[in-house]
């Protein structure tokens, strides 16, 4: 991806706000593959024509296959700030997904304890207490080919807490192979971070709400 492909959301002195697409890793890693931390840099760099290095402070992460909005900071400020906002489950965190088969529940909550095992795969645990706490609430929204669209609160941020607690009920997301999806091969992983609100780093009375536009949104077809 190249920086002149990149959607902003927001953007202020303080911080900035990108649709992040599926397949873009939030930060670099192992792989050296191209990050939307060193895409964001580049685009701030160019745009506002900045010598030398360019601060930026990734608060929160996605999972290379989900996509949606990822926020950033710009100042060292913002960045702590934020962090500790997204660390005391201060930020309102809404995702949507399309999970397999027919859910029958409305709406509800889960509430699981995620282990991980030795090769550092995430998994529910079958002991009360073991592990750490995974929380969320949920609404059903509509119906789509066989499936169930969902729009989801995370109330912690646990890994893949999403993709395991909705694999938990029977019901993994479509296009989620690795905890049990049977959609075609190839299919997408329909999960996106819809939504953010926050209190600003700077001006703590404003809250600051961030919303994927439709011309970013993946699940067109279901008719939201």
Request: with cysteine; glycine share 8%.
């Amino acid at each position: 991806m190249n920086h002149s492909d990149l959607k902003v959301l927001y953007e202020d002195n303080h911080l900035i706000a990108i649709f992040k697409p599926a397949g873009l890793l939030s930060q670099g890693d192992k792989t050296g593959d191209v990050s939307a931390l060193e895409v964001t840099k580049s685009w701030l760099k160019e745009k506002h024509k900045k010598p030398g290095q360019v601060f930026l402070g990734l608060v929160h992460r996605l999972d290379r296959p989900v996509c949606g909005v990822l926020l950033l900071a710009k100042t060292s400020k913002a960045a702590s700030r934020l962090s500790e906002q997204f660390r005391t489950r201060k930020v309102k965190k809404i995702y949507h997904a399309l999970v397999e088969g027919d859910l029958q529940v409305k709406d509800g909550e889960l509430s699981h304890f995620i282990d991980w095992d030795s090769s550092v795969k995430p998994f529910i645990s079958k002991e009360p207490s073991v592990g750490k706490r995974a929380e969320l609430e949920f609404r059903t929204l509509g119906r789509f080919d066989g499936n169930t669209f969902v729009e989801i609160e995370l109330k912690t941020g646990r890994k893949h807490q999403i993709r395991l607690q909705f694999s938990h009920l029977g019901h993994p997301l479509v296009g989620d192979f690795r905890y049990g999806s049977i959609a075609p091969e190839g299919t997408p992983l329909a999960l996106v971070c819809q939504r953010l609100e926050f209190a600003h780093p700077t001006r703590p009375g404003d809250r600051v709400a961030i919303e994927l536009p439709d011309s970013c949104y993946p699940f067109a077809k279901v008719g939201r």
